[in-house]
């Protein structure tokens, strides 16, 4: 795809979309926002002539086919996140993450659009066999949130070769960073932020031994950038290949925050994996993918901008 022209961003104004969308203007592109704004703010995208919203919803198909049809590339981050809440809202994951990505491929080839990147997740993995996760590792989700964006993963696969569209499955791992807000539901650093500013202790569920592989947005937003430049095709796993326990990440929460927080422990939480780390080599082969921060950089630069934001 040359500068220039048009990409579509599904959910851009969402945490890692709302990242990616500055970063696609400085390379010369166009950018069409799709979000209907449920759970983000028109104010996480920038002010910008070369962006344009439309208010519309993943699962209204005629909105998708609306925003699609002048544009190559689709970046498709809209969805419902998080292991958790998947819990509660099974339905409401189908139809986002399932039945909205059909909707984008179907009118993806209506209107020869080129390649669709899927954000799609480590959750897919469920509780791993082995680490490093490669590509080929077993697929045993343990959430619907898993569960959805597997199955997101293997309709883009299977209609993706039947409509001739390149489609780059880049499943990411833990990722945190700027514009990541605090929510009950999320992941656990914004959770540990909001505990730090407050000066309230750090609740770790389980042992905190569990493994995570944590990578920073501003490594996520150069994954995608590198899928689309290199015309990629299949799936990749996104993470730094490093793995971090719990317990390691609060030790750097309580670092960078220069308080003297404490730590309380609570029973495990169903539908979470105990070890999860990344194996990024076929990354670093096809789309030259390296990471480039490091964990304690990227936490002590997210509790800045955490408190910033408040």
């Not at 139809?95 to 059909?102: A, H, L, W």
């Not at 993806?108 to 490669?134: H, M, R, W």
């Not at 650093?189 to 309230?200: D, H, W, Y």
Request: with cysteine; net charge negative.
């Amino acid at each position: 795809m040359t500068q220039d022209q048009t990409v579509v961003v599904t959910g851009a104004a969402g945490f890692i979309g709302s990242n990616l969308v500055p970063e696609l203007l400085k390379l010369s592109h166009s950018v069409l926002v799709l979000d209907n704004f449920s759970n983000s703010s028109r104010d996480s995208l920038p002010q910008s002539p070369d962006v344009s919203i439309q208010e519309g919803d993943i699962c209204n198909y005629q909105d998708v086919v609306d925003c699609v049809k002048d544009t190559e590339v689709v970046f498709h981050m809209a969805a419902q996140v998080g292991n958790v809440l998947s819990m509660e809202r099974p339905r409401t994951d189908l139809e986002t993450n399932v039945v909205g990505t059909i909707n984008l491929l179907q009118a993806c080839q209506e209107q020869n659009v080129k390649q669709i990147i899927l954000s799609s997740s480590s959750a897919i993995f469920g509780e791993t066999q082995y680490v490093p996760v490669d590509e080929d590792h077993p697929m045993n989700p343990m959430s619907p949130y898993g569960l959805s964006k597997y199955a997101a993963e293997r309709y883009c696969l299977i209609l993706g070769a039947e409509y001739g569209l390149r489609i780059a499955c880049l499943r990411y791992f833990n990722v945190y960073g700027a514009l990541q807000r605090f929510n009950p539901y999320g992941n656990v650093l914004p959770i540990f932020a909001e505990k730090a500013l407050q000066g309230e202790p750090l609740t770790i569920y389980g042992d905190g031994e569990q493994t995570r592989d944590f990578i920073d947005v501003r490594d996520i937003v150069r994954a995608n950038i590198l899928a689309m430049g290199h015309q990629a095709n299949g799936v990749f796993n996104i993470g730094t290949g490093v793995a971090t326990t719990v317990n390691q990440l609060t030790k750097s929460v309580i670092g960078a925050s220069n308080q003297g927080l404490k730590i309380q422990y609570a029973p495990s939480r169903s539908g979470e994996v105990l070890h999860s780390v990344a194996n990024i080599e076929k990354a670093n082969r096809e789309l030259e993918f390296y990471p480039s921060v490091s964990i304690d950089d990227g936490v002590r630069n997210y509790l800045d901008w955490f408190a910033s934001s408040k």
